[in-house]
């Protein structure tokens, strides 16, 4: 029996305007080589100088993840052959990073799991090679963008275990602002570490796998290599520790080199930058710039909105659509409506016809906030709905011409003549129209009454409802149509 011990390294890009260590503009997706200078090219004698956004952003990250800053944190040079950083090394940290023994808890199938993070460090990313048959491109626009790491303990042990924790740490670094979180950018790409020995034994020999640039592929990669190590151990062989990459076309793992160690980078301080002490005020900045995170928005809506699991995963999955959410539910509760029954109504709203809407322009959740539908719109709507002041199919309706001419609900709706139709003498001369013209219909439904077959019942009554509501232009309130018609029924003689 084995167990399977997983860590993580994770990258994130921190979205600051400018590289970490010098004034070039850092964005994605620019002409190539045209956001570079002498620093950040390596040119000799230039020297570099700490962005202090970026260690502000990255020491948020760190408290996000339960780290404790220590007193003073300061930069090595990672040496290495680095075809795509022209000075020939990394600025980055090892002896003092700027986060350290943090946790995060991941909520799965199998109930609450910790995993402990090792550290946060901040360092400069590598430029982009780009490699058409036998010629290798090289943009710097990348080379000194401001990267953040985040190291964990190898505390998981499934690759759906990682899947969740990155899914939850992209979350996390979009609520707060610091990185778009968008693998198939390289905003966040993670690399895997993973062995496997007996129960018991402690860890194994470890195997790095990297090129794992969406969530899905870190649990198809993992769980691939977990059992490629099981099936070398059963068949007596060891498993050599070294560096693998995930080859997303075949599912595979494959050899990329030998597994270096830390010594091989001959990492030594950075004799151009000073120590970081972060004082009092520095401190203070941090922490009150820190939110509410994911995971207590998803508890806080499944307790005091009483939303389902999924639905308060689904709803805080974007930091935007969560303030949507609440926003409107605050509209719902000042019209009147019971607070956890408004937030079930809204809640269903917005996981199916708002966000077919939103897809269906082109936008996503997280852009909400620019969609011609305000809160207070939606809550007047889901309320009228609720009241039985317009039908669910006319509020539908509605909700297209809303956002389509700009509009107020209510004045649309009575302009429409969409107002439910709760008169019992009205909602009784259209089934007396329906009966005229198919009384066979009303027949069959009385016989399928009295010998209890209850599908063809179903199927009967449906029909006939339908064809109510089409008489009343979908007005009538089924709750009043289906007791008159089921009153009706009973005066009815048949054969």
Request: net charge negative.
């Amino acid at each position: 029996m084995y167990q399977s011990f997983i860590g993580l390294e994770v990258h994130i890009h921190l979205l600051t305007k400018t590289k970490v260590f010098c004034g070039c503009r850092s964005a994605f997706g620019d002409e190539p080589n045209t956001n570079v200078c002498p620093v950040c090219m390596g040119y000799p004698g230039v020297l570099p100088s700490l962005n202090i956004e970026a260690m502000h952003m990255g020491c948020m990250v760190a408290r996000a993840l339960n780290c404790r800053i220590p007193d003073h944190t300061w930069f090595e040079r990672k040496q290495y052959f680095y075809p795509d950083m022209p000075k020939n090394y990394q600025i980055s940290q090892f002896a003092s990073p700027l986060g350290l023994e943090g946790y995060v808890d991941l909520q799965g199938k199998q109930g609450e799991k910790r995993v402990r993070i090792k550290e946060c460090h901040l360092e400069e990313d590598a430029g982009k090679m780009i490699h058409t048959g036998t010629v290798s491109l090289l943009d710097y626009n990348r080379a000194g963008v401001a990267l953040l790491e985040i190291v964990t303990e190898p505390d998981m042990e499934t690759g759906e275990e990682a899947e969740l924790f990155i899914q939850q740490l992209r979350r996390t670094v979009r609520y707060l602002g610091v990185c778009d979180g968008n693998m198939e950018e390289g905003s966040l790409r993670a690399d895997a570490n993973v062995s496997i020995n007996l129960v018991g034994q402690g860890l194994g020999r470890k195997v790095e796998i990297k090129n794992l640039n969406t969530s899905r592929f870190v649990r198809l990669g993992l769980t691939y290599e977990i059992q490629r190590q099981k099936e070398r151990l059963d068949q007596g062989k060891t498993v050599i520790q070294e560096t693998r990459l995930w080859n997303e076309n075949r599912d595979q793992t494959e050899p990329m080199r030998t597994k270096e160690n830390a010594q091989d980078y001959r990492y030594f301080p950075e004799p151009d930058l000073p120590v970081f002490a972060p004082d009092a005020a520095f401190r203070s900045a941090v922490e009150a710039a820190l939110v509410e995170l994911p995971a207590a928005r998803i508890a806080r809506l499944e307790h005091a909105s009483g939303l389902s699991r999924e639905q308060a995963e689904l709803m805080a999955d974007e930091k935007a659509l969560a303030e949507y959410f609440e926003a409107a539910l605050g509209e719902v509760q000042a019209q009147g409506l019971e607070a956890r029954d408004g937030a079930l109504r809204l809640a269903n709203w917005l996981l199916t016809d708002i966000k077919g809407l939103l897809n269906r322009v082109g936008l996503a959740p997280a852009d909400i906030a620019s969609f011609r539908l305000s809160p207070f719109r939606l809550a007047t709507l889901v309320v009228m709905v609720a009241r039985g002041q317009v039908s669910m199919k006319n509020g539908k309706q509605a909700l297209e011409r809303v956002i389509a001419e700009d509009r107020d609900p209510a004045d649309l709706i009575r302009e429409a003549g969409w107002e439910q139709l709760s008169d019992p003498v009205e909602i009784g001369k259209a089934l007396q129209g329906v009966y005229a013209a198919e009384a066979e219909v009303f027949t069959q439904l009385k016989n399928a009454c009295s010998a209890g077959n209850r599908k063809r019942q179903r199927t009967l009554t449906a029909y006939v409802m339908g064809r109510i509501l089409e008489q009343t232009g979908g007005r009538a309130d089924p709750k009043i149509a289906g007791a008159q018609l089921e009153a009706f029924i009973q005066t009815l003689e048949c054969p």
